[in-house]
């Protein structure tokens, strides 16, 4: 079965419909197989029509992952996000072809790469108030800013959570908004 097939399911069918990924999210995969697959070519000396699926085995996979470490000074985070892309392909492969069970087990053996993790950086309230403060409320933009500041601090959701709220979310008798999350 060739690779390229696969890949198309994946991006066609799996991550859309099946999973419901979000096209950012398809986006962010679809870099990784970018990466991937010329990696994949070279390191078969095949051309890319040629790329068979039984071509994945989990030494392409890790020398792909240390080349993104070594080669393009890639973090372990970044690194660890990559293979997750491939997990997850691997995870459509076993489920629409499970005779594939092998094969995918040996990229789900593949352990994430520990890495550091950063502090989450926050705000004291008095440096809040001072971002509350410093902007004009005396101008629309600044109005409107103001508020837009004050969802993002109260609600605590993500910023493309409030840049996608319509007004049927907000129900004016309870006093409340509903915010659309990943999850």
């Known amino acids: 079965m060739r690779l390229t097939s696969c890949i198309i399911k994946f991006f066609d069918q799996y991550l859309p419909h099946i999973k419901g990924c979000s096209s950012n999210t ?9 990466l991937f697959l ?5 390191y078969h000396s095949v051309k890319i029509d040629s790329l068979k699926l039984e071509h994945l085995s989990s030494d392409l996979i890790l020398d ?18 990559r293979l997750a892309v491939l997990k ?4 459509m492969v076993r489920f629409m072809y499970p005779d594939k069970q092998k094969l995918t087990d040996a990229i789900f053996a593949i352990p994430q790469k520990r890495s550091q993790r950063k502090l989450i950086g926050f705000l004291y309230p008095q440096e809040i108030l001072k971002i509350f403060n410093a902007v004009k ?18 609600t605590g959701a993500r910023a493309t959570e409030i840049a996608t709220l319509r007004l049927d979310y907000f129900d004016y008798q309870n006093k409340t908004l509903a915010i659309l999350g990943k999850g």
């Open 88 to 91: 997850s392909f691997a995870k």
């Open 26 to 34: 398809i986006k962010s995969y679809r870099d990784t197989m970018t």
């Open 38 to 42: 010329p990696f994949a070519v070279e």
């Open 64 to 81: 792909f992952l240390n080349q993104l470490e070594s080669g393009r000074s890639n973090t372990a985070k970044t690194r660890n996000h």
């Open 137 to 154: 409320l005396t101008t629309k933009d600044g109005f409107r800013n103001y508020t837009l500041l004050h969802l993002l601090y109260d």
